[in-house]
């Protein structure tokens, strides 16, 4: 029977949320080895930065996967895209060319479009009422992984060498087989809409969905840089690989303490004031990082990414709660725009930083929370009332 409106299902939102740690370890990989490749290949930091682009490449397509998931059981995408992503990103230390890199890249992005547009849907369902805090505890997931990720493929290398990074598709391989045996079908939350009506729904709410989804395009623009040259700023910064990697998984642990509080922040104090407290707050900090003096690197990169990853679960509950009538495809808009954003970013950021150096050009992200402040004042918060279950 499924369970009532108002329990939290805290088993499978746990559950879930490492599968998502799990799956994304592994596109964290690039930033690590980002040096390494560009050595081994002789990349310039635009084509270093393009690398990124591939890596997002498939996020046109993730609306029409979370479509898709609306309709079918989304079971199976959750399932499956945790070794898929192991598995071709685990490659890329064999591959031997910039091309072989890019295509992997690129069979890695569809496999995470595929998770990413219903996992946030299964989500919102098991954590009823307190989707807020549900949407915390998966983004917590995604960045610990993220975190995590660095240091097991900088691991690998040292002990194994680039040519066996293969051997960090273990988990995930793994992972999906317990996948398979313990997740069962989710239901939706609400009846899916016909094809006419989700026209009318968006065309109804398009007002606020333009809003948020300008305010999570923007924010992607900072976090799409600091996820992939963060480790090569530190090696600017007179940092080992090995003390960058760190410093890369201290950004991403602070940002999943962010991302575990924003969400559940935003249940209290409403989610439009959480995104424009945090936004807020994000500059004076990113700037004390980038100036600060380097023995505080560590402790500065930590303030900044628990700051910086908080709004990420808040600007996906908001959408689930905007569309709960199409919960995969707000999961899939979210993070289509997010990624084609921090694709872009990492490009832009690469054919800067070739121009002025990467330490000016990093600098220079502080500003951008400053450009999404208009769009959360224009905001409104979404209805908190959940759609009763109709199967």
């Known amino acids: 029977m499924p369970a009532p409106r108002s329990t939290f299902e805290t088993a499978r939102v746990v559950l879930l949320s490492i599968g998502h740690g799990i799956h994304d370890m592994y596109p964290a990989f690039l930033a690590p080895l980002l040096p390494i490749l560009q050595a081994k290949l002789s990349l310039s930091n635009t084509l270093a930065g ?68 219903p996992a946030p849907a299964m989500i919102a369902h098991v954590s009823r009422e307190r989707i807020g805090a549900g949407m915390s505890l998966f983004m917590t997931g995604g960045e610990l992984g993220r975190a995590l990720g660095p240091i097991l493929i900088v691991v690998i ?14 988990p ?11 997740v069962g079908p989710i239901q939706h939350t609400a009846k899916p809409v016909e094809h006419a ?47 960058a990697a760190a410093g890369y ?12 509080a924003g969400g559940t922040i935003s249940d209290r104090l409403g989610r439009r004031r959480t995104l424009l407290l945090a936004q807020s707050i994000a500059v004076p900090c990113f700037f004390a990082m980038a100036f600060g003096p380097r023995p505080f690197i560590f402790p500065l990169l930590a303030l900044t990414g628990l700051v910086v990853f908080s709004t990420a679960p808040v600007a996906l509950a908001t959408l689930q709660e905007w569309l709960p009538e199409a919960r995969s495809l707000a999961g899939g808009l979210y993070f289509s ?13 690469g054919m800067l930083a070739d121009r002025i ?35």
């Open 197 to 243: 009506d989700l026209r009318a729904i968006l065309r109804d709410r398009r007002g606020p969905l333009l809003l948020l989804l300008a305010f999570v395009w923007t924010r992607a623009l900072l976090v799409g840089s600091l996820g992939v040259f963060t480790p090569t700023y530190l090696t600017t910064r007179n940092l080992s690989l090995m003390q």
């Open 157 to 170: 290398v040292q002990w194994f060498g680039l040519e066996r990074s293969y051997l960090a598709a273990i």
């Open 337 to 349: 725009l997010n990624y084609i954003a921090t694709g872009l970013a990492a490009l832009l950021f």
């Open 50 to 117: 393009s690398l990124a682009t591939f890596l997002r490449s498939s996020s046109f397509v993730q609306p029409f996967i979370g479509y898709l998931a609306d309709r079918t059981n989304a079971r199976l995408f959750v399932i499956l895209a945790p070794g898929a992503t192991a598995l071709f990103m685990s490659l890329i230390g064999v591959a031997p060319s910039y091309a072989l890199v890019a295509l992997l890249l690129a069979l890695v992005g569809l496999s995470h479009a595929s998770y990413h547009a």
């Open 357 to 391: 150096g990467v330490q000016t050009a990093f600098n220079l992200l502080g500003l951008i929370p400053l450009a999404t402040i208009p769009f959360a004042l224009l905001m409104r918060d979404p209805p908190r009332s959940a759609p009763v279950d109709t199967h």
């Open 249 to 260: 998984a201290v950004l991403e642990l602070a940002g999943a303490a962010g991302a575990m």
């Open 172 to 182: 995930g391989l793994v992972f999906s087989a317990l996948l398979f045996r313990l």
